[in-house]
């Protein structure tokens, strides 16, 4: 048996737009411990796969990694959405305006398990119909499509960096078994 | 072009063990946007393979999950240490007692680039011989070993949770072209 950790006490730092932060006092296997915990409302990803095999990705400025990121759409839960179908759904017309006649979960995801509380679902999206995009007011993106098994070595040999990217290509590529 | 969004301001919120976060003022497309950050010294986590084709992975309670995860061993990078693979080859040998003969650098990965700084570097680690573990005082966990195959099926069904542990699962499969 792993030694499951009890909370003894809880202390807010802090109440934000995406986040929330808070330090926790833990039983400890010699005593206790303290953990800082990043409080997130989860997130929704999705690997769009159109009729002739493109994967849909997005080029996107992420400001804390300092770069322009090549990742699949995704996006918050917002306060609110119940089920992340359909926040999927919704951020996939939202940032590539696809329409799709599928969706596929293929599994859940945790970005970061030693802070965050943070749980992205992931999602294979097929049977694409185009229409237009609308984002945010704070976003800015470019679309980029790549045949799926191109992405899907970019993402094997190191060349993508975001997490959810690579696990999410992968993922769909064995469940959806596509070749 | 993708916009890129250049810093206006930045007000420090938290310094804490193993993050800070910070709240930053940024140049959007239309205006200004906030974003929140969360600083971090980045991690390492490793694939270790031993010499019978089995994967060595982790049992651990994660506090901000709630759960028991399970893992490829991994941990954070200790302010002055200057080389991710030293830092590799040190929690490869906390937590598992095993030293590698060779560690692959698979890529590094971007756990949750809407907000946190964190990179973690990928290894593959082969050539293993076991001795004695050292875990932390507020560590705790199992050792368990899976066929690579297994444990491979288990990252594409969406029966590991973990985001490093899945990307690095199917990343050390292409890359050293395990069968």
Chains 1, 2 share one sequence.
């Not at 030694?3 to 986040?19: D, H, Q, T, W």
């Not at 411990?33 to 849909?56: C, F, Q, S, W």
């Not at 770069?67 to 996939?92: M, N, S």
């Not at 696990?167 to 769909?172: C, E, K, Q, S």
């Amino acid at each position: 048996m792993v030694f499951e950790e009890k909370k003894i006490s809880s202390e807010r730092i802090y109440e934000g737009a995406i986040l929330n932060l808070r330090k926790d006092t833990v039983t400890a296997p010699k005593g206790k411990a303290y953990r800082e915990i990043v409080e997130h409302n989860g997130a929704v990803a999705i690997v769009p796969i159109t009729n002739d095999g493109k994967l849909v990705m997005v080029k996107q400025f992420r400001y804390p990694t300092g770069k322009v990121i090549l990742e699949i759409p995704a996006g918050k839960i917002d306060q609110g959405e119940t089920d992340p179908l359909l926040t999927a759904k919704r951020e996939l017309k939202e940032e590539t305006g696809y329409t799709a006649q599928n969706l596929h979960y293929l599994g859940k995801l945790n970005p970061s398990v030693a802070y965050t509380e943070e749980v992205i679902h992931l999602y294979a999206a097929t049977g694409l119909t185009p229409g237009e995009t609308s984002f945010d007011d704070d976003e800015a993106l470019d679309i980029v499509e790549y045949d799926f098994q191109e992405a899907y070595q970019m993402a094997a040999s190191g060349k993508l960096v975001d997490a959810k990217t690579i696990a999410a290509i992968f993922m769909a590529k064995e469940q959806l078994d596509i070749k």
